[in-house]
């Protein structure tokens, strides 16, 4: 494993940094504040055939790596939270699951509109009676002759309002366990199924969060992902490697935070210094820089496993968990560092701040993080 990035990885980091400074940066707190989808950012990726970045180039992807979509993740959301929630859900969720579980017809069916950004993809796992217990799910998909039929409802789901292809997990088979959940793609428009706007969010608000509701919605049984019953592997594995963005997505809003806060500090004065000439500021910068250098360096080790097909669920976990508390830990001391102005909006602090919080419930709490770390010790050992 590179402890620094190779030649065409810096390439793809200037280009990604450069796009993000001057198409997300200035567009970011009016996305927050009218909790605004950003299509014409989206649309502004897809161009830089980044939503493709990690897709079979045989089905118009540029069949790239996790390393290298942490890379991209990080200059995203150093610029626009919510532009890269809708990044992350779109790439290493939503069509992630096509790319990895779905035949070479739903592969062909699906992914170069989702690699053109023709379409957005959503992944929708979570319900009102389950989250972190994902195998509870009540959404019920029953097999009627050639097609599945769904009911049930799922919340949260990111890209919901403006998505066309939904992954959706249902229980086939109540009595079996994990082995009765598939994993179904549904597009828009599908007979009996609708979307409904969550508003309100803390933070990410532009990411079109949404319930999603199955009345007797008929879909073709070619439709489901992999193998019957092999829909909660489906969930796992993505969710597993899904961490590794996520990751990259803390990396990028605590850099983000990070620089406004040694921006700040090197112009604001008090009792005649520069806030950054106070020891205690120098040393809260310090702790910033080197626990996001720490962060960066799990997730780039996570990336790197995946990328070379090893185990990686406890690596992608530490990655996540490490990367999510460093992201909250470094917005609460840039917000600090600005004092009362990092209190009043349009302030990058302030924004950040009520971004990170998410990255520490979304695709597994924290505590969902310690319990998978916990697993891999005590079952492998606790090197
Ligand atoms: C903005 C946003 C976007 C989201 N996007 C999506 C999406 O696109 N698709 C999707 O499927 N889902 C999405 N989610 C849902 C998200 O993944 C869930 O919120 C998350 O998994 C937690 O589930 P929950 O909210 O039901 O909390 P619960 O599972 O009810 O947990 C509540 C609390 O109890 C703790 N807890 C639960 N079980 C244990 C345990 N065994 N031991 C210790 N502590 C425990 C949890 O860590 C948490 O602190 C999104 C959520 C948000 C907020």
Not at 30 to 35: F, I, L, N
Not at 175 to 181: A, E, K, P, V
Not at 364 to 380: C, F, M, P, V, Y
Request: proline share 2%; net charge neutral.
């Amino acid at each position: 494993m590179r402890a620094t990035l190779s030649e065409q990885q810096e390439l793809l980091r200037q280009t990604t940094r450069e796009f993000a400074q001057r198409e997300l940066e200035p567009n970011a707190a009016r996305v927050d504040d009218e909790e605004r989808f950003p299509r014409q950012q989206f649309d502004g990726l897809a161009k830089l055939g980044l939503l493709g970045l990690t897709m079979p180039e045989a089905e118009g992807g540029a069949g790239g790596g996790y390393s290298e979509l942490a890379v991209v993740i990080e200059e995203i959301a150093a610029a626009c939270g919510s532009t890269s929630t809708v990044f992350v859900t779109h790439v290493s969720l939503g069509s992630a699951c096509i790319a990895r579980y779905g035949n070479a017809d739903q592969r062909r069916r699906w992914l170069p509109a989702l690699a053109s950004g023709g379409k957005i993809a959503a992944f929708a796992l979570s319900e009102p009676g389950s989250g972190s217990d994902a195998l509870e799910l009540q959404t019920t998909a029953i097999r009627d002759g050639g097609e599945y039929v769904l009911n049930g409802s799922k919340i949260f789901i990111t890209n919901g309002e403006v998505a066309d292809v939904f992954v959706v997990f249902v229980n086939s088979h109540r009595d079996q366990g994990h082995r009765g959940i598939n994993a179904i793609v549904v597009e828009r428009g599908a007979p009996g199924f609708s979307v409904a706007h969550m508003g309100g969010k803390m933070g990410m608000r532009g990411s079109a969060t949404s319930e999603l509701v199955f009345q007797d919605c008929r879909v073709p049984a070619a439709n489901r992902l992999s193998d019957e019953g092999r829909g909660y592997s489906v969930a796992l594995s993505i969710l597993s490697t899904s961490r590794v963005s996520i990751a990259a997505q803390c990396i990028g809003l605590a850099r983000g935070a990070y620089e406004a806060g040694v921006a700040y500090s090197t112009q604001r004065r008090t009792f005649g210094a520069l806030l950054s000439e106070h020891q205690a500021i120098q040393f809260m910068l310090a702790d910033m820089a080197t626990e996001i250098d720490a962060a960066r360096l799990l997730t780039h080790r996570a990336a790197w496993l995946v990328d070379k097909g090893l185990p990686h669920v406890k690596e992608t976990a530490m990655a996540k968990l490490f990367a999510s508390e460093v992201a909250n830990r470094v917005a609460h001391k840039a917000l600090q560092i600005h004092g009362g102005s990092g209190y009043f909006r349009p302030s990058k602090v302030e924004r950040v701040y009520r971004d990170q919080r998410v990255t520490e419930i979304y695709e597994g709490t924290s505590e969902i993080q310690r319990l998978i770390i916990a697993r891999s010790i005590l079952k492998d050992g606790a090197t």
